[in-house]
């Protein structure tokens, strides 16, 4: 069963406008949360991350909320521009074990210029 | 180089095959990880090396064998595959797998398709 889940396979936004992204996880232990970036026939680039004692981080371009009571986090991206155009990974790991990454399958998304 | 660097980028191999993918790592790192990558799947974790020591082995099939001689270089050695194995296959590392060393960088991946 998946830990992490990411509903939405695809996402259109017009450039400049803000791109939302979801992710769901179901796995209380999960204490840290991450997401990547993923070009075609690259790796994932890490983006952004946050930390389960924090609800905010923002950097740049780029902030991620969570939602501890929700199991919910989001990436935002304001404002959105063509080479934002990517898959986007949502991972999260636990208090325990050896660092494993817990994946979603990714939102594709799609900017217009 | 900078990174996290994988070779080759792409194989094909039959199943009677012996090949091995070579993941290296130039940011100082120790902690080194396989993933896999299947068509419309989440990523998997399949090993954790953490200072040269295997840490995590994700049920993976023997004919999967990784090495990592020293903090920089990690090996997955391929055997006797499936077609099934077809997939990405992506290495990252991490500073270490303790708390507060966490996000891991990835390598481009081999693409890898087994006939």
């Known amino acids: 069963d998946q830990q992490v889940k990411q509903n939405s396979p695809s996402l259109s936004v017009q450039e400049g406008r803000i791109s939302i992204l979801n992710c769901d996880y179901t796995?209380?232990?999960?204490?840290?949360f991450l997401w990547y970036k993923k070009y075609p026939a690259e790796g994932p680039t890490f983006l952004i991350s946050?930390?389960?004692?924090?609800d905010k981080n923002e950097d740049g371009r780029f902030t991620v909320f969570l939602n501890k009571s929700a199991k919910h986090l989001s990436l935002h991206i304001v404002p959105s521009q063509p080479g934002d155009s990517a898959v986007y990974f949502c991972a999260a790991s636990a208090k325990t074990g050896a660092n494993n990454l817990f994946f979603g399958t990714g939102t594709r998304l799609t900017v217009i210029p | 180089e900078t990174g996290v660097t994988q070779t080759p980028r792409h194989l094909v191999m039959g199943m009677t095959n012996k090949k091995s993918l070579k993941c290296e790592q130039h940011l100082g790192h120790n902690a080194m990880y396989w993933y896999k990558q299947s068509a419309k799947k989440p990523l998997e974790l399949m090993f954790v090396?953490?200072?040269?020591?295997?840490?995590e082995n994700n049920s993976v099939p023997s004919r999967f064998s990784p090495e990592c001689p020293n903090s920089s270089h990690l090996f997955l050695h391929l055997h006797t595959l499936q077609p099934e194995d077809s997939a990405l296959y992506l290495c990252?590392?991490?500073?270490?797998?303790?708390?507060?060393?966490?996000?891991?960088?990835f390598g481009p991946g081999t693409r890898l398709l087994v006939l």
């Open positions: 796995n209380s232990m999960f204490d840290y």
């Open positions: 990252a590392s991490s500073q270490d797998t303790a708390s507060g060393g966490k996000t891991q960088y």
């Open positions: 090396y953490n200072f040269k020591e295997q840490t």
């Open positions: 946050i930390s389960s004692i924090k």
